[in-house]
């Protein structure tokens, strides 16, 4: 059994530029939850997927879109990059939806906007 | 806006020492709550989780909650220097959206 798999593991863009990021969830788990940490911060929930469907959305503009694919793969991908994006991106996948159901985070892609 | 809050720390406890750490949050409906522990530039882990009111233990982890004065703690009992880390709280409603606090960095010091 895989657990969830992030790629990149770091990546450098310049202001202004689209960046695609992507999560493998681990085996048998159908929902996939994409978190924003800045340094010495919490995760900040951005959306989250199930079943290829959005299934909640956290304070991030439009800007900020992702898809999940029928093997239960995401992707998150955020244009117009700004300074402020320079962050920690985590993907964190769960069993099923519902609650009391705790997630399993990748290792995260570490983003810098210059 | 639903609020998670933590102390912030540094906590620092000797080895061997129970280590306490507190978490408030301010959505009543919160149903599920988690304790995650993130080693510096690592993801976070799944420690403990708890559903309900009174206590869990787990090893050397007892998870506490409170939901009449929404608060959740976690306790380390004979802390390690490898326990050293930030301890996440996490909070989930009946919606699954799972909010975190900002973490408390824990410091167990030989």
């Given at each position: 059994e895989t657990g969830v798999t992030q790629s990149p593991t770091h990546l450098i863009k310049t202001r202004g530029q689209q960046v695609t990021l992507r999560c493998s969830s681990q085996s048998g788990h159908n929902t996939v939850s994409w978190y924003q940490q800045a340094l010495g911060q919490g995760p900040q929930f951005i959306f989250q997927y199930y079943r290829e469907e959005e299934n909640g959305r956290g304070n991030f503009p439009p800007r900020f879109s992702g898809l999940q694919f029928p093997n239960y793969s995401s992707e998150l991908n955020v244009n117009a990059?700004?300074?402020?994006?320079s962050a920690l991106y985590l993907c964190a996948s769960s069993l099923r939806i519902g609650e009391g159901i705790g997630y399993t985070f990748g290792s995260g892609t570490r983003l810098t906007v210059v | 806006q639903k609020e998670v809050e933590q102390n912030s720390g540094p906590l620092s406890v000797p080895e061997g020492a129970i280590a306490s750490l507190n978490c408030t949050y301010s959505?009543?409906?919160?149903q599920s709550f988690f304790w995650y522990r993130q080693y510096s530039g690592k993801s976070p882990e799944l420690i403990m989780s708890i559903y309900s009111n009174g206590d869990k233990e787990d090893g050397r982890f007892t998870a506490q909650l409170n939901k009449a004065s929404q608060y959740v703690s976690l306790l380390i009992r004979d802390?390690?220097?490898?326990?050293?880390a930030t301890y996440l709280c996490a909070v989930q409603d009946n919606n699954n959206d799972m909010r975190f606090g900002a973490g408390t960095r824990l410091t167990v010091k030989p």
């Open positions: 990059l700004e300074l402020d994006d | 959505d009543r409906v919160s802390s390690q220097p490898s326990d050293s």
